[in-house]
């Protein structure tokens, strides 16, 4: 897979991600704070990936590892929600692999290297 294709696949997660968001939090009375902590960080990673910013992709990652987090705790805490969690969950781990591949390429093709 190229790494263009591969940023398209992870700007998709992260749109997903913030519509799953936009949509289980959207009765919320704290709909602003909602948009803000969980629905612009995707949003924003999407446009610097978009834009090919590497940075993008490490913090889609690192925050990533929150997501997956959130999806653990609530997938455990709130049964009623829990198909949203495991949805959150699944996305979470799709985007830790999508930014890992090159970085797991590299380190790997050096060893074979050797």
């Known amino acids: 897979m190229s790494g263009r294709s591969r940023d398209l696949i992870l700007a998709l997660a992260l749109a997903l991600l913030a519509g799953l968001y936009a949509w289980w939090f959207r009765a919320d009375r704290h709909l602003l704070a909602v948009a803000l902590v969980f629905v612009a960080p995707p949003v924003l990673?999407?446009?610097?990936?978009?834009?090919?910013?590497?940075?993008?992709?490490?913090?889609?990652?690192?925050?990533?590892?929150?997501w997956?987090?959130?999806?653990?705790?609530?997938?455990?805490?709130?049964?009623?929600?829990?198909?949203?969690?495991?949805?959150?969950?699944?996305?979470?781990?799709?985007i830790v692999a999508l930014v890992s591949v090159p970085g797991m390429r590299a380190r790997f093709a050096a060893k074979k290297a050797r």
Do not use: N, P
């Open 45 to 66: 990673l999407l446009l610097g990936v978009l834009a090919q910013r590497a940075v993008a992709r490490f913090w889609a990652g690192v925050l990533a590892l929150f």
């Open 68 to 94: 997956f987090s959130h999806g653990v705790m609530s997938a455990w805490s709130h049964r009623e929600t829990a198909l949203y969690a495991w949805v959150e969950i699944l996305l979470a781990l799709m």
